[in-house]
């Protein structure tokens, strides 16, 4: 065992593709209120931030006295149609396979109870040492509490910890945490909005095997 001894994962985009789920449930969300239905395309970039800040984005500046009402539909359908569509990205689950050397954790702006389940439904959660979402620390990412708090767990340094993540919020959480980052090319984000990230995964999570290698060797 190298230098690197936690590997920490994005959820949604990273290791599995929830926007059709996510689209589906927003649009019964809106459905009463008069909003036309919005396509994945239209979902994906504005997922990231959790479910309240979706519901704020889509309803904007015209009907926030909505949020309420459109979170409780959403969150009613979302719980129960989980994982109707969700399914891990190509490569995914024999590369956690691959990684049994070490420790790994997940932290999502989902919330940590429907983070969890989503991954036990899929049979992933058991791969992972610590599941955290949105509610589980003070502040979501891209604050990089809870990137600290799961090295806090693990009584580990930045040094020993690498964050693999979809979008500038990963990035941003795991360079202010100290921690190596790795975005991967092929979730929701474009490439440009992961330029800060010190490597670039583009089209299996399987190539982060290679990374790992190069960060030992350094």
């Given amino acids: 065992m190298g230098r690197i001894k936690l590997i920490i994962f994005d959820l949604d985009g990273t290791l599995v593709d929830s926007a059709a789920d996510i689209t589906n449930a927003l649009n019964y969300g809106l459905e009463p209120f008069g909003f036309r239905p919005l396509t994945v395309e239209e979902t994906v970039k504005m ?78 959660a058991s791969y992972f040492d610590h599941i955290l979402g949105s509610d589980s620390t003070p502040r979501k990412k891209p604050s990089p509490q809870p990137v600290i708090e799961v090295l806090r767990r693990e009584a580990l340094t930045p040094a020993e910890a690498v964050m693999v993540g979809d979008s500038n919020l990963d990035i941003e959480a795991g360079r202010a945490a100290g921690v190596t980052t790795v975005a991967v090319g092929y979730g929701y984000r474009p490439l440009q909005a992961l330029a800060g990230a010190a490597f670039l995964i583009r089209e299996r999570l399987s190539e982060l095997l290679e990374i790992l290698k190069a960060l030992e060797r350094q």
Wanted: aromatic share 6%.
């Fill in 47 to 124: 997922v990231g931030e959790g479910i309240t800040r979706l519901v704020e984005k889509v309803l904007g500046t015209e009907r926030p006295e909505l949020r309420e009402a459109v979170l409780e539909r959403f969150l009613r359908f979302y719980s129960g149609h989980l994982t109707e569509h969700t399914r891990p990205y190509p490569g995914v689950v024999e590369t956690l396979q691959r990684l049994d050397g070490y420790r790994k954790a997940v932290i999502s702006n989902k919330r940590e109870a429907l983070s969890r389940r989503l991954l036990e439904e899929l049979g992933m």
